[in-house]
Antibody
Framework: QITLRESGPTLVKPTQTLTLTCTFS??????????VAWTRQPPGKALEWLAL???????RFSPALKTRLTITKDTSKHQVFLTMTNMDPVDTATYFC???????????????WGQGLLVTVSS | QSVLTQPPSVSAAPGQKVTISCSGS????????VSWYQQLPGTAPKLLIY???KRPSGIPDRFSGSKSGTSATLGITGLQTGDEADYYC????????????FGGGTKLTVL
């Protein structure tokens, strides 16, 4: 059974750096084709994809936020980390991590999600 | 504002059919598979459709997906009150599928 859980601070101040952790179980991030992504959702608004990291350490970022984001992994601890710099109140959102993998030749994007973590940016 | 355009809301009566559109461009929908996600209130999104028209195990065949050119469509038949949720399309975009994009979401109301 695949599970993911987001953790980190729920309140950060403007200009601070946010670091979130996605702790997962039920799969290995060393297996071919597996990747973990971060997505956020401001209150009452749409999903916004942020970044992903592949099993081979390849990384992809939202063009709009690329300069502020870093994504890394610790496969031995089954964790993926997202860092976002220069936080602003508009970054207030629920942050989700999600698993993706191939089933045979089929890619199932974001087939398992964490419950999400609400991060509020306020002074 | 998302590069994938969805209607903000749709509605239909229980038992009826509804479709939700997702319009993009040649760099995203036109050259990549589309997925659809259902987000019930207060919960995380759930994968409904992948690779344009395939359903993960456990997703009923009331849900279907299709694609033509740079637009995709989610269809839901036999509407139930439990289908009331936000629905999002998503796909890769950019050169060599450089990044992922979601649509702006559609609120389905089952009257």
């Amino acid at each position: 059974q695949i599970t993911l859980r987001e953790s980190g601070p729920t309140l950060v101040k403007p200009t601070q750096t946010l670091t979130l952790t996605c702790t997962f179980s039920g799969f290995s991030l060393t297996a071919n084709g597996v990747f973990v992504a971060w997505t956020r959702q401001p209150p009452g608004k749409a999903l916004e994809w942020l970044a992903l990291i592949y099993w081979d350490d390849d990384k992809r970022f939202s063009p709009a936020l690329k300069t502020r984001l870093t994504i890394t992994k610790d496969t031995s601890k089954h964790q993926v980390f997202l860092t976002m710099t220069n936080m602003d109140p508009v970054d207030t959102a629920t942050y989700f991590c999600a698993h993706s993998a191939y089933s045979g030749y089929d890619l199932l994007p974001f087939d398992h999600w964490g419950q999400g973590l609400l991060v509020t940016v306020s002074s | 504002q998302s590069v994938l355009t969805q209607p903000p809301s749709v509605s239909a009566a229980p038992g009826q059919k509804v479709t939700i559109s997702c319009s993009g461009s040649s760099s995203n929908i036109g050259s990549n598979f589309v997925s659809w996600y259902q987000q019930l209130p207060g919960t995380a999104p759930k994968l409904l459709i992948y690779e344009d028209n395939k359903r993960p195990s456990g997703i009923p065949d009331r849900f279907s997906g299709s694609k033509s050119g740079t637009s995709a469509t989610l269809g839901i038949t036999g509407l139930q009150t439990g289908d009331e949720a936000d629905y999002y399309c998503g796909t890769w975009d950019g050169t060599l599928s450089a990044f992922w994009v979601f649509g702006g979401g559609t609120k389905l109301t089952v009257l």
